[in-house]
């Protein structure tokens, strides 16, 4: 039901998603992402990422029907490295988009991608990275309230390594320091007024 011009734009971003290759996105890669982005429309581009992360961490079905190397079969809410680049892209682009639902979902897709799984370890380290670079840049009080929710719950030394390099990000981001921005952080429960 696309428009011509709207589909090439999803394929442009999705194929855009693809090259996602590195630990963190150049400035090349975020220009041309922000710019398909804009095209497409933010509030497009936020549905459709709030409707994928929430699928992370929930089984799949397997395209082949068997174990892996050791004989092991795999879990099926994990990712497969197929697919890995692409989500990481579109991850990537929520750290451009303001959205009020978006660090809810990738603080959320976080959680789920650093889950350990038995005899495997972190469920998706890579996208969960992603996630964090996200939030980080997101530079918005929701983002910087889910860091401070994986701070807390981060079990994993490499992990907690990587959460506490976002939030040093997003304190360099916002100007603030770390204790001040684990203040904002803080949910007020709606006990902000007198009495």
Known sequence: TMSESTRAAWHALLIHCTLARAS????????????????????????????????????????????????????????????????????WCGGLVEDAALPSAIGSAADACFKKLPGIGPRAPKIGNACLWALSHASSEAAIAQLSRLKTRAKHASIKTQVAKAFGTAAEKTGLSLADLEEVAVPTCGMTALG
């Open 24 to 91: 963190k996105p150049s400035a090349a890669w975020i220009k041309d992402a922000r710019s398909i982005v804009e095209e497409i429309g933010s509030p497009s581009v936020s549905q459709l990422l709030v409707a994928v992360l929430g699928e992370i961490g929930k089984p799949g079905t397997p395209a082949h029907d068997h174990g892996n190397a050791l004989g092991f079969t795999p879990d099926p809410t994990q990712i497969h490295e197929a697919h890995s680049d692409l989500l990481r892209g579109l991850v």
